[in-house]
């Protein structure tokens, strides 16, 4: 599901300038938005399927800003809007799930800049809590989450239409995930499917647009360090935590003025894979029984300082085997210079594996000729 949902953001966003048109649809530059959900939620394994009683209704407040295209970035994007939503969701169970709050800051790309309409793509990352979550005693159904507190993804593609100059109403369909990255048990995670209608009312005066056409930037390489460590827990719920340490070597080069691709060597040493390979029987050899060496390539879109970056790879040395050779990670970066800071979400598929936190460096960087 993730990996899906980040090949049609990039698709969307790499091919925006294609049907981009400048006739001024910003008419304010602050807003602030109320939006009603309608949804289900999807059941992508079979022990889900419980939680599934009812649809679920949400209900959500947003403010954001409007760039103003002062930044070569902004211009790139057509001006996307920033801002911040406060979600409440009934979650279909009342009896194993009960209430989800999130809060999270977002994005909006316009995919088009016509005067009265346009087609937006909107991508948030925050928290989110579930107030009702696993356990083993009174609430064994809920396999789906086991801690209050969680990270959320969320993406939408919606339709805007002027009302008056100063209000807009949307029309849309978006996806939003809760999970914990396996810091608990169970972690399944929820996948919120929804329909949404949203009325929005600009305020503040109306954002000058800089329409100065971006130049094209020389193409680079370059090589990357980063270094990582999390925690996660496996069956069952009541056990302990292991560390996780990573360290990743990387090429990456700049494809036009949005994004990088890359090739990577990722280094994972898992202190639950020992574990894991003990409760089955095997022998045990010692530090490379929680050694995983993967390569892999990965696609990082830019904007700004910030990049959501994308990695698919496989595995040529682990000697756990049951996650399959395939793994996937989800990261936001953000840049200061030559150093950046990393949250990387690492999956087997749409099982979360662990969540990381890290720091990286640029090692030497060069244009092409």
């Known amino acids: ?20 048109r400048h006739d001024d649809f910003t008419i304010g530059k602050y807003s602030w938005s109320v939006r009603g959900d309608y949804g289900f ?16 209704p949400g209900f959500e407040i ?29 979650l279909g169970s009342q009896e194993k799930l ?61 339709f805007e239409q002027k009302l008056t100059e100063l209000s807009i109403l949307e029309l849309g369909a978006g996806i939003t995930h809760y999970s914990n990255g396996s810091y608990s048990i169970p972690n399944l995670g929820l996948n ?51 560390q ?28 639950s894979l020992s574990e894991k390979m003990e409760r089955n029987g095997e022998e045990l050899k010692g530090f490379t029984d929680n050694l995983r060496v993967g390569l892999s390539g990965s696609y990082e879109l830019m904007a700004g300082k910030t990049g959501l970056l994308f990695n698919m790879g496989f595995y040529v040395y682990s000697r756990w085997k049951e996650d399959g050779n395939v793994y996937q990670r989800i990261c936001v970066r953000q840049y200061f210079n030559k150093m950046f800071l990393c949250m990387n979400l690492k999956t087997h598929y749409a099982r979360a594996d662990f969540v990381e936190f890290g720091i990286g460096t640029t090692l030497s960087s060069s244009k092409q000729h």
């Open 1 to 20: 599901m993730r990996p899906l949902l980040f090949f049609i953001l990039s698709g969307l966003l790499s091919i925006q300038s294609i049907f981009a």
């Open 41 to 56: 939620l999807i059941a992508h394994r079979p022990t889900l399927k419980p939680l599934q009683e009812r649809h679920i």
């Open 62 to 90: 947003s403010l954001a800003k409007t760039s103003s295209g002062v930044k070569e970035w902004e211009r790139d994007f057509l001006n996307p809007s920033r801002g911040i939503t406060l979600a409440f969701f009934n």
């Open 98 to 158: 009960g209430t989800g709050i999130a809060v999270y800051p977002y994005i909006d790309f316009p995919l088009s800049d016509k005067k009265n309409n346009r087609w937006v793509f909107r991508y948030g990352i925050g928290l989110g809590w579930v107030e009702k979550i696993f356990d083993s005693d009174s609430n064994i159904k809920n396999a789906a989450i086991g801690s209050h507190m969680n990270g959320i993804i969320h993406f939408d593609l919606h």
């Open 192 to 242: 919120i499917a929804t329909v949404n209608l949203a009325y929005t009312r600009y305020f503040g005066e109306k954002t000058a647009i800089d329409r100065t056409p971006v130049i094209a930037k020389e193409k680079f390489h370059s090589w990357q360090l980063y270094v990582a460590g999390g925690l996660k827990k496996i069956y069952p719920p009541e056990g302990k935590q292991f």
């Open 244 to 271: 996780i340490a990573v360290a990743s070597f990387s090429r990456m080069q700049s494809i036009g003025n949005k994004s990088n691709w890359g090739i990577n060597l990722d280094n994972f040493y898992d202190n």
